[in-house]
T-cell receptor, first 113, second 112 residues
Framework: SAVISQKPSRDICQRGTSLTIQCQVD?????MFWYRQQPGQSLTLIAT?????????ESGFVIDKFPISRPNLTFSTLTVSNMSPEDSSIYLC??????????FGQGTRLTVV | QKEVEQNSGPLSVPEGAIASLNCTYS??????FFWYRQYSGKSPELIMS????GDKEDGRFTAQLNKASQYVSLLIRDSQPSDSATYLC????????????FGSGTQLTVLP
């Protein structure tokens, strides 16, 4: 499986500010995804990060709030913009493999105050 | 109807017992199914994948898939306290670009 490095691991941010989360993979991968896990909840897909084109967002998530970059096949960023306390969650980067299995980074625990 | 349904638990079993975790899904066209284990404060860890009807065994874990009945289960034999975690059922829906859809998870506690 790929080694996925995600940072920061946690942060406490002021409302109204933005945070950019980075995801670095040790090998080239086609599929990269960003998930959110709110406290006590399961994982919800935010978007698919597409290399060389705009990300594909799921219902309820928009580019202005969660801009995503994917400059190459090993790296992606997710920005949480204009944060409010409702954005307090764990944000997870995931990569897909040729066998359809998916692996996760360590996650970013975000607290908005 | 949720796409992936799991009993939220919590499920408690004594050490050494068999833990049985169940998951049903609504999309009959789903082809790929996964079980993830998530310890508190950690990210999900893939423990089993299954793509065909029947059983798949890996050590103390057995995944079972029945596409006709649209359920997938995970059996943990000889349960250990270290198995205490939340277990997430996930699948790739038909027509998706390989994104995972997750169930709500079942919290398992193995009592020493």
């Amino acid at each position: 499986s790929a080694v996925i490095s995600q940072k920061p691991s946690r942060d406490i941010c002021q409302r109204g500010t933005s945070l950019t989360i980075q995801c670095q993979v040790d090998s080239q991968v086609t599929m990269m995804f960003w998930y959110r896990q709110q406290p006590g909840q399961s994982l919800t897909l935010i978007a698919t990060a597409n290399q060389g084109s705009e990300a594909t967002y799921e219902s309820g998530f928009v580019i202005d709030k969660f801009p995503i970059s994917r400059p190459n096949l090993t790296f992606s960023t997710l920005t949480v913009s204009n944060m409010s306390p409702e954005d307090s969650s764990i944000y997870l980067c995931s990569v897909g493999t040729g066998t359809f299995e998916a692996f996760f980074g360590q996650g970013t625990r975000l607290t908005v105050v | 109807q949720k796409e992936v349904e799991q009993n939220s638990g919590p499920l408690s079993v004594p050490e050494g017992a068999i833990a049985s975790l169940n998951c049903t899904y609504s999309d009959r066209g789903s082809q790929s199914f996964f079980w993830y284990r998530q310890y508190s404060g950690k990210s999900p860890e893939l423990i089993m994948s299954i793509y065909s009807n029947g059983d798949k065994e890996d050590g103390r874990f057995t995944a079972q898939l029945n596409k006709a009945s649209q359920y997938v289960s995970l059996l943990i034999r000889d349960s250990q306290p270290s198995d205490s975690a939340t277990y997430l059922c996930a699948l790739i829906s038909s027509g998706s670009a390989r994104q995972l859809t997750f169930g709500s998870g079942t919290q398992l506690t193995v009592l020493p």
